[in-house]
C-alpha cells in the first residue's frame, strides 16, 4: 500500500505561483501512476493532472494546460505539482493520489489519495 500526504497549499493573490508537494510511504518500490485532483465548495472532485512512473508521460486538464506543471522524483518518493499564473477559480482543496492500474490520463483509476490540501487565490 501507498501513503500520500500533500504539503504546500496556502494563500495566494491571483497571478502568483505556488508548489505542492506529495510525500510517499509504503510500497514505493511498486511502480504507480501520480495523480493530483482538486475540489472546490459545492462541486464535485475534477482531475487536475497524471505522470506515469517514469515520468515521460503527462496529462492535463484544459483549466491549467499551460500553467501547472507535474513532477515527481522517485529515488525521494516525492511528487509535485508548480502552479502559476494562479486564478480565483483554482481556489480548491488539492489531493494527490497514486493509481497501481496504469496511465491513462484523465481517464486513469487512481488507489490511494492524501488528505488534501487548501490552496485559496484571492481576487
Same mark, same amino acid.
Given at each position: ?9 496556502? =494563500?495566494?493573490?491571483?497571478?502568483? @505561483?505556488?508548489? =505542492? ?7 514505493? @518500490?511498486?511502480? /504507480? ?9 459545492? +462541486? ?20 491549467? +494546460?499551460?500553467?501547472? #506543471? ?7 518518493? #516525492?511528487?509535485? =505539482?508548480?502552479?502559476?499564473?494562479? +486564478? ?5 482543496? /488539492? /489531493? ?10 484523465? =481517464?486513469?483509476?487512481?488507489? /490511494? ?6 490552496? #485559496?487565490?484571492?481576487?
Amino acid at each position: 500500500q501507498v501513503q500520500l500526504v500533500e504539503s504546500g497549499g496556502g =494563500l495566494v493573490q491571483a497571478g502568483g @505561483s505556488l508548489r =505542492l508537494s506529495c510525500a510517499a510511504s509504503g510500497r514505493t @518500490s511498486s511502480s /504507480y501512476v501520480m495523480g493530483w485532483f482538486r475540489q472546490a465548495p459545492g +462541486k464535485e472532485r475534477e482531475f487536475v493532472a497524471a505522470i506515469s512512473w517514469s515520468g515521460r508521460s503527462t496529462s492535463y486538464a484544459d483549466s491549467v +494546460k499551460g500553467r501547472f #506543471t507535474i513532477s515527481r522524483d522517485n529515488a525521494m518518493n #516525492t511528487g509535485a =505539482l508548480q502552479m502559476n499564473s494562479l +486564478k480565483p477559480e483554482d481556489t480548491a482543496v /488539492y /489531493y494527490c493520489a497514486a493509481g497501481l492500474r496504469g496511465f491513462a490520463g484523465p =481517464l486513469g483509476k487512481f488507489d /490511494y489519495w492524501g488528505q488534501g490540501t487548501q490552496v #485559496t487565490v484571492s481576487s
